[in-house]
């Protein structure tokens, strides 16, 4: 009698997603989450999702379903709360009268309130209830975790090698250009980006030297960031897969620009030009990159000569979220 094949973390999670219950967000009900807490066991949208973050990984671990590694534990984890409804069981089980849940459209002070009130304070528990971390724990009691958290006794101490989330890089990876040819007459490339341990990456652009992608990917920006790694493969069937040329994003002229004209919020000022990443011997741009307040929103284009192979270009649409956003 065959036992098959254990089911992976990915496919459980994505079980997990589809129940009804799990389509919607655990705390403004915003369509499609695409984000969960890990610890907390809830699935979240994006507005929500920026919240979250603000409330430290101590409080709320926040992971893109699609785009992040999920261990083992944070999979289990969320398995063994069951979802939204059964977390908000817990979580919403005492709503006091005057207090409304946000709707999807909310404006971000309610919104944070709201969950801020429901995980940071626990104001809406079953009275004598608190949530605590713990490895060992396997069910809500008096003293329980909703799942393997980075929760302290005092919520304001840090544990150690603790990440820090200051916002979002949204990168639309546009097109490429002339790409470099690695198979007989042509080349089957995608595109990686890499920040600290996150990596994400395009579909593979079939027998392509000239692909339009016009993907989206998200990266979590830490506080102690680096460049943005980006490279480009063109994908082998049977052998591995070769480097079709590099660069380095350097997104520090759009966070210093973004901070010392907007404070971080852009949504308050018209369209115009905020900085610029100039063009120099030791950075791969081919002409300087402006950084831009278009219709509320951080962004900048960026056209990348890419480095150390015969040839290649690549166009490239930078978005930045706060976690305020």
Known sequence: ??????????????????????RTCADCSAPDP?????????FICQKCCGVHRSLGTHISKVLSVALDEWSDDEVE????????ASANKTYEAFLPDGVQKPGPDAPHEQRSKFIRSKYESQDFLKPGLRITSGKNATSLSTSFSLADSFRSTNASQKSA???????MLKVKVVKGTNLAIRDMMTSDPYVVLTLGKQTVQTTVARSNLNPIWNEELMLSVPQDFGAVKLQVFD??????????????????????STMNTCSG??????????????????????????????DG?????VFLKLQNVESGELELELEWISLDQ
């Open 161 to 167: 090698g603790e990440i820090e989330y200051i916002g």
């Open 297 to 301: 929103k951080v962004k900048q284009e």
């Open 235 to 256: 994908h082998d069937t049977f052998s591995a897969d070769d480097i079709m040329g590099e660069a380095e994003i350097d997104i520090q002229p759009m966070l210093t």
């Open 265 to 294: 919020d852009p949504s308050r000022f018209s369209n115009m030009p905020i900085g610029k990443w100039l063009k120099s011997p030791d950075n791969a741009l081919i002409e300087d990159s402006i950084v831009n307040i278009v």
């Open 77 to 84: 984890a969320m398995v063994l709360v069951g979802g939204n």
């Open 1 to 22: 009698m065959s036992l098959g094949r254990p089911v992976s973390g990915k496919r459980k999670l994505r079980d997990l997603l589809l129940q009804s219950d799990n």
């Open 34 to 42: 695409k984000w969960a807490s890990a610890n907390i066991g809830v």
